[in-house]
């Protein structure tokens, strides 16, 4: 369960990356058709964040701790929504790089979130 | 009316240093203010014995971090002078340490931010520094 879901969430972290990268490229600011982007990513890590506390709630045990887990998660749940405001009051090409870094910087904790969690069958 | 535009003028370089390219460097210099500071203090309160050089050098890379990122935020002529400073001290940091790792692994049971030349963060930990000093130098005009 939880493992499709980060896997998920680092698909669609890199999708949003390679879009706002593509605006970026094209010298344009942030849209509204991208902050629907964001959203549906930052969803995905709050429900990430929900059901990893749930199953530490219920007893599961990461792999390489309980405190690493949960700032992991805190982290990915946060990253975008970040970049979001930061490119609110970025009107240029920049602000697009902004986040289009920091949904790289999401992907990246998905891959470490796995490791935690212990890998295949957690 | 003069003072007034001046002190508009002022207020818009203070703010110069986060806009443009230097906002992709505050999140950037942010992730890693968080990155570094979180590392070093889980490492710093769990597991001290195993390689106490590695975390303290990761709590000093946390402090840089996190004085440039409030410096990028802050702007004006003084934290963009502090700010490159800093970034010369990650510089130099990030290169000490990196050949360090590698001279003499032995002394470093356990990564920092800076091992290897900050191989585990993507080499980012080496390009930041030197993109910060490029584009401090660039915002002086304001």
Same mark, same amino acid.
């Given at each position: 369960?939880?493992?499709? *879901?980060?896997?998920?969430?680092?698909?669609?972290?890199?999708?949003?990356?390679?879009? %706002? =990268?593509?605006?970026?490229?094209?010298?344009? #600011?942030?849209?509204?058709?991208?902050?629907?982007?964001?959203?549906?990513?930052?969803? *995905?890590?709050?429900?990430?964040?929900?059901?990893? /506390?749930?199953?530490? !709630?219920?007893?599961?045990? #990461?792999?390489?701790?309980? !405190?690493?887990?949960?700032?992991?998660?805190?982290?990915?749940?946060? +990253?975008?929504?970040? +970049?979001? @405001?930061?490119?609110?009051?970025?009107?240029?090409?920049?602000?697009?790089?902004?986040?289009?870094? +920091?949904?790289?910087?999401?992907?990246?904790?998905?891959?470490?979130?796995?490791?935690?969690?212990?890998?295949?069958?957690? | 009316?003069?003072?007034?535009?001046?002190?508009? +003028?002022?207020?818009?370089?203070?703010? =110069?240093?986060?806009?443009?390219? =230097?906002?992709?460097?505050?999140?950037?210099?942010?992730?890693?203010?968080?990155?570094?500071?979180?590392?070093?203090?889980?490492? *710093?309160?769990?597991?001290?014995?195993?390689?106490?050089?590695?975390?303290?050098?990761?709590?000093?890379?946390?402090?840089?971090?996190? @004085?440039?990122?409030?410096? &990028? /935020?802050?702007?004006?002529?003084?934290?963009?002078? $502090?700010?490159?400073?800093? %970034?010369?001290?990650?510089?130099?940091?990030?290169?000490?340490?990196?050949?360090?790792?590698?001279?003499? #692994?032995? $002394?470093?049971?356990?990564?920092?931010?800076?091992?290897?030349?900050?191989?585990?963060?993507?080499?980012?930990?080496? @390009?930041? #520094?030197?993109?910060? *000093?490029?584009? &401090?130098?660039?915002?002086?005009?304001?």
């Amino acid at each position: 369960m939880i493992d499709a *879901l980060t896997v998920a969430l680092g698909v669609t972290a890199l999708l949003l990356a390679a879009w %706002c =990268g593509f605006a970026a490229y094209r010298d344009q #600011p942030t849209k509204d058709w991208h902050f629907i982007g964001m959203a549906v990513v930052a969803l *995905l890590a709050i429900v990430q964040l929900g059901i990893g /506390v749930v199953r530490l !709630a219920g007893g599961a045990d #990461p792999q390489q701790g309980v !405190a690493i887990f949960v700032a992991y998660l805190i982290g990915s749940a946060l +990253a975008v929504p970040v +970049a979001a @405001f930061m490119s609110l009051t970025e009107r240029t090409r920049w602000g697009s790089a902004t986040v289009s870094a +920091a949904a790289v910087v999401l992907a990246v904790l998905e891959v470490r979130l796995y490791d935690i969690w212990g890998g295949v069958g957690g | 009316m003069a003072g007034k535009t001046e002190a508009e +003028a002022e207020a818009d370089a203070r703010t =110069g240093l986060g806009q443009g390219p =230097g906002r992709l460097l505050v999140l950037l210099y942010g992730v890693f203010t968080v990155a570094a500071a979180s590392r070093s203090i889980y490492q *710093l309160i769990a597991q001290y014995q195993e390689a106490p050089l590695a975390y303290i050098l990761s709590a000093v890379s946390a402090v840089v971090y996190a @004085f440039i990122t409030v410096s &990028l /935020v802050r702007g004006g002529e003084g934290a963009r002078r $502090a700010a490159m400073v800093c %970034c010369a001290a990650e510089l130099v940091g990030v290169l000490t340490v990196g050949t360090w790792t590698l001279a003499d #692994p032995s $002394a470093f049971p356990d990564q920092t931010v800076w091992s290897d030349y900050g191989m585990g963060y993507l080499f980012i930990p080496i @390009f930041l #520094p030197v993109t910060g *000093l490029l584009w &401090l130098r660039k915002a002086r005009r304001g």
